[in-house]
């Protein structure tokens, strides 16, 4: 059987390296491949690239023909004319000159060098956010910044400037970086992703292998407006929320913009499956879940969770000698393989070994799941009820949910 792979559209001097599992059993491949760590940027919502405006009009120079028609049939016959002026190459023209290159710098491995030095590890793409009195805000890719020690921005007028990591966040996987203002060339409208249609024409800007192609463009459509991929992220195993498109993906066009026919970026490039024989199977993270992580990260430099304190594991993933221990009434939930001290799992009374079920009286199935429940329906400082089976005692505990310190599972 040939294995499926999903890799961020990032290149750089290090091989591919296999980030997990997608929900089919594609391998999620994290973006540093070939030469640079590029990034990808769809931009989607819209019906046509072509604003085609037609007004009816009386037109002196009828013909007698259709006069004639008009009399004897009754027919309202009036000549139309095309009096629109947008077009794909005028909106991809303005589009452009807010999608930057982002080059990763990191310090160089040599353990002979006398100083250290920082190369050049990767680049990808990033999209002119917004524009904020003295700072310039870009949204890209979290793996496109990861561990970078300084960020480089390649602007559309050929300038070069360093940019502040601001935020980022590796379970959404998107970053903010910041730049003097008066660099910036202007900013683009960020659409709403909640209307994008399959079969909807967009076309996707960034720099697949580098900058030597920088600001590349492709066409295609929206070949499904919902779908969620697994991805494994230094923070953990993430259902992440994509547009899947089949404009062309390449490495480089990560953090890059996925646009409409209006302009607007309905997504950030992020994904794309790679394996023989497999075309046009790329993904954007809606614009709709870039704007409130991005505003949040803008605001206080990070993404606030709630915070349980526990390790897991599936049920399906533990050893047998913990699987026959398990009550014969459990038939899905998370084995808490550890218990942070001071944590809020902790003061609730969970212990190690405890298997979760449900939580507010949402069952339970896998780790997935949890992280699932916990950040996007609980909040910070809630009180959750958690079912718990210890042996083949049935529990429920009361836990105070904390707030995340630094990017942890959960």
């Known amino acids: 059987m040939e294995e499926h792979q999903i890799e961020t559209n990032t290149s750089s001097q290090r091989e591919q390296h296999k980030k997990g599992k997608a929900g089919w059993g594609q391998t999620i491949v994290s973006g540093l491949i070939g030469s640079v760590l590029t990034a990808t940027i769809f931009i989607t919502t819209g019906d046509q690239f072509f604003t085609d405006t037609t007004t009816p009009t009386e037109n002196p120079a009828s013909t007698a023909a259709e006069k004639d028609l008009t009399k004897d049939n009754g ?45 050049e590890s990767g680049t990808g793409s990033g999209v002119m956010y917004k524009i904020d009195g003295k700072n310039a805000y870009i949204v890209t890719n979290n793996h496109v910044i990861e561990g970078a020690s300084k960020v480089e921005i390649s602007l559309y007028n050929g300038k070069t400037t360093t940019a502040e990591i601001v935020g980022s966040d590796a379970l959404t996987d998107l970053a903010v970086l910041k730049i003097d203002a008066s660099l910036a060339p202007g900013e683009i409208k960020f659409g709403d992703s909640s209307a994008v249609r399959a079969g909807e024409q967009v076309v996707a800007i960034g720099n697949p292998l580098g900058l030597d192609f920088s600001r590349t463009v492709t066409q295609g459509i929206i070949s499904a407006a919902e779908r969620t991929i697994d991805v494994d992220t230094s923070s953990g195993t993430w259902g992440l929320n994509v547009i899947q498109t089949d404009a062309a993906i390449n490495p480089g066009n990560s953090g890059g913009a996925l646009i409409n026919s209006k302009g607007e970026v309905i997504g950030i490039n992020s994904l794309k499956i790679s394996v023989n024989g497999v075309e046009g199977l790329g993904f954007a993270i809606p614009s709709n879940d870039v704007i409130p992580i991005v505003d949040e990260m803008i605001k206080t430099g990070k993404v606030t969770r709630p915070y349980l304190g526990v390790g897991l594991a599936d049920i399906a993933q533990l050893p047998q000698a913990y699987v026959q221990n398990i009550s014969q009434n459990v038939k899905a939930g998370v084995m808490v393989t550890d218990v942070a001290n001071g944590s809020a799992a902790e003061k609730g009374g969970i212990q190690q070994e405890d298997i979760i079920t449900a939580m507010n009286g949402k069952e339970i199935k896998s780790a997935l799941e949890l992280r699932k429940y916990l950040y996007t329906e609980a909040k910070v400082n809630e009180k959750v009820s958690v079912e718990v089976y210890r042996g083949n005692q049935k529990l429920t505990l009361q836990v105070t949910l904390g707030q995340s310190q630094k990017q942890v599972p959960e």
């Open 75 to 119: 027919v309202n016959v009036q000549p139309t004319s095309y009096t629109g002026t947008t077009s794909l190459a005028d909106m991809v023209e303005s589009a452009s000159k807010a999608i930057v290159g982002v080059v990763n710098y990191q310090q160089s491995a040599n353990r002979f060098a006398q100083n250290s030095q920082e190369v």
